[in-house]
T-cell receptor, first 109, second 116 residues
Framework: GQNIDQPTEMTATEGAIVQINCTYQ??????LFWYQQHAGEAPTFLSYNVLDGLEEKGRFSSFLSRSKGYSYLLLKELQMKDSASYLC??????????WGAGTKLIIKP | IAGITQAPTSQILAAGRRMTLRCTQD?????MYWYRQDLGLGLRLIHYSNTAGTTGKGEVPDGYSVSRANTDDFPLTLASAVPSQTSVYFCASSQGDSGRDTGELFFGEGSRLTVL
């Protein structure tokens, strides 16, 4: 079967750095997405990786290793507004999106 | 502001009733999707449409039906609601390309449905 694993919950301090990991086992691979979802709101796009390596976008970076079936989302200079759930999703060989259950990130002052 | 509009925002429904969740997008996207989101579970695909006039079943299609008469609208119908269909429903769209779409998904604000 297809599977996406993420930690259920993480806690970090304002101003710090946090890394949210995502491992996947899917039938094929055609890209990996990270979405942010604030409580009670819709998911919004953060990043997309299809090649190995690091993609940086402001305070957020996303890394992919296809050989290891592994990605992480790195958030720097954490702000209270970064408190949200972060969803990892993989595009499989049929171009279907497989979603992880999400990681709830709690930021403390 | 362009995007996806869902209605209703929330609804309490008696079991056995019929319910249609509406979804409209104005981005001229080809592909549209309906997901349900339950606590502790990832987004689960109910039905999708790669282009107007076509629909397909997702991971959890039972008890739901959809139609795609035009590009903009993609309603989701629960023919006879059951309590297990209590969930938050998200409609989404993407640019789409005949099923080989890997583009960004744009989501509506969600419809919170409670079936008693």
């Amino acid at each position: 079967g297809q599977n996406i694993d993420q930690p259920t919950e993480m806690t970090a301090t304002e101003g710090a750095i946090v890394q949210i990991n995502c491992t996947y086992q899917t039938s094929g691979f055609n890209g990996l997405f990270w979405y942010q979802q604030h409580a009670g709101e819709a998911p919004t796009f953060l990043s997309y990786n299809v090649l190995d390596g690091l993609e940086e976008k402001g305070r957020f970076s996303s890394f992919l290793s296809r050989s290891k079936g592994y990605s992480y989302l790195l958030l720097k200079e954490l702000q209270m507004k970064d408190s949200a759930s972060y969803l990892c999703a993989v595009v499989d060989s049929n171009y279907q999106l497989i979603w992880g259950a999400g990681t709830k990130l709690i930021i403390k002052p | 502001i362009a995007g996806i509009t869902q209605a209703p925002t929330s609804q309490i429904l008696a079991a056995g009733r019929r319910m249609t969740l509406r979804c409209t997008q104005d981005m001229r996207h080809n592909a549209m999707y309906w997901y349900r989101q339950d606590l502790g579970l990832g987004l689960r695909l109910i039905h999708y449409s790669n282009t107007a006039g076509t629909t397909g079943k997702g991971e959890v299609p039972d008890g739901y039906s959809v139609s795609r008469a035009n590009t903009d609208d993609f309603p989701l119908t629960l023919a006879s609601a059951v309590p297990s269909q209590t969930s938050v429903y998200f409609c989404a769209s993407s640019q789409g390309d005949s099923g080989r779409d890997t583009g960004e998904l744009f989501f509506g604000e969600g419809s919170r449905l409670t079936v008693l």
